[in-house]
């Protein structure tokens, strides 16, 4: 039986646990050799309560051309394969998935989200699904496929997409990250698009905001600008987009608001989050700067991570968890009340605090039964699940992989984490991926192993 034992956040050395895959309610085995190297929430694609499950999943040892996406469907428990799918999209058009550390990081940690549920735009109960493809050394391409496209077949290739996007032809890296909101307050969702590579100003970085009215009916080849609008930042090397995320309605106007990550590591500035009002994000072309609600100016490069801290009751904003703030005592988890993204033009966390694991990267928030959040990291070795992060409070720590001859041989850790509610009982699961380590053994054959409880 799986054991979950309480050690304060201050604690130097929290306990470490048996391998969590005794207690998973299911589990997706990958065939020998696999690389299993993302780990996406696509919401309700095919309109029955509970999300998808979404893994990049390449065909050799690196996510070069030809990873794929299976989809699995909500609400399955068991011992699965890879092969036991729902649905595979097939990368036969030669694109690369961004899992790597982007611009910031040497590793291949990444929490970049790569594919994305739109939910239904057409209006036929089927969800569309878009996957981004903004490697670092090309112009990044999008592709967006239609639930009812989707529908005809078991495998879906990417080339037979409803709408393939472009970038403005002067930015690389389109696609590094994404987010889905309702950014114009029309009931459709629309997807903001990270580009942090940009030529003018050099790497300053941009944000693409594609709105769903849009979305639905375009079809063939297109460039962004013609479908959206294109912010800007004017600040040299802070690669701006380089994460992006919806943060909900923070000032109350029916419109969901938007978190940028700019961690300045192009030129060694100081990074800086940025909270853009959905009211203020680019309409069409690639003609405004970043209208900036609100700034926290870090003390340092930040090459961090982004992600939503729901309110447990409902009732107020969300609020904001950023993840590596680096100084020279390590990585810090940054919190952000919903009440304290309102305190424009500074933003100033509500706490501050270290976990132990790969916060730039591997973090996530988990929403459990009663309304409660927890904050969850994982650095391929260690899990980290904090039960009270606004109050930095309690957390819990778990030994459940099988570790590497040397944890500094990590090359494939790419996105490992996710939670949400896969079975539609309001309560999310979490989904952790036990990546293909080299193994000690030459003659074992390692495989990558999907853990969702």
Known sequence: ?????????????????????????????????????????????????????????????????????????????GALRLEDADQVIVNDAGAWWIVDGGQCTPDSASGHRNAVGLGDLDGDGL???????????????VYLLGGAQRALARETPLSAAQLILFGPGDTSSLGADLTVGDFDGDGLSDVVIGAPVTESPERAGEIVVVYGAKLGP??????????????????????????????????????????????????????RVLLVSGADLPRVGRNDRLLISATYQSTNVLPGNLQRLPNPDGLGPDGLIVGGDTDALGEHVLVFSGEGLLSAPNLRPTTSFQIGADSRSQLTTRGLPGGE???????????????DPERAEGWYMAEGWSSPCDMDDRPDRHRLLDAFDLDGDGVDELVTVEPLWPTCDPDQENQGLVVVW
Do not use: K
Request: proline letters at 5%.
């Open 373 to 387: 959040v927890e904050l969850v990291a994982h650095d391929g070795g260690r899990l980290v699940r904090v039960s």
């Open 127 to 141: 969800g569309e699904l878009m996957l981004a493809f903004g490697d670092d050394a090309g112009d990044g391409v």
């Open 1 to 77: 039986m799986w054991l979950w034992l309480f050690a304060c956040a201050g604690s130097a050395d929290p306990p470490v646990h048996p391998p969590v895959v005794d207690a998973a309610r299911l589990t997706i085995e990958g065939p020998a050799g696999a690389l299993i190297a993302g780990v996406y929430n696509l919401g309700e694609l095919d309109g029955a309560p509970g999300h998808e499950l979404g893994l990049a999943v390449g065909r050799g040892e690196a996510l070069t051309e030809g990873s794929d996406l299976y989809v699995f469907s909500g609400g399955q428990t």
């Open 218 to 271: 375009a079809r063939g080849a297109r460039r962004v600008f013609e479908l959206g609008g294109v912010g800007w930042s004017a600040v040299v090397g802070e690669l701006a987009g380089e994460r992006v995320l919806s943060v909900g309605d923070v000032n109350q106007d029916d419109r969901e608001d938007l978190a940028v990550l700019a961690p300045g590591c192009a030129s060694g500035r100081p990074g």
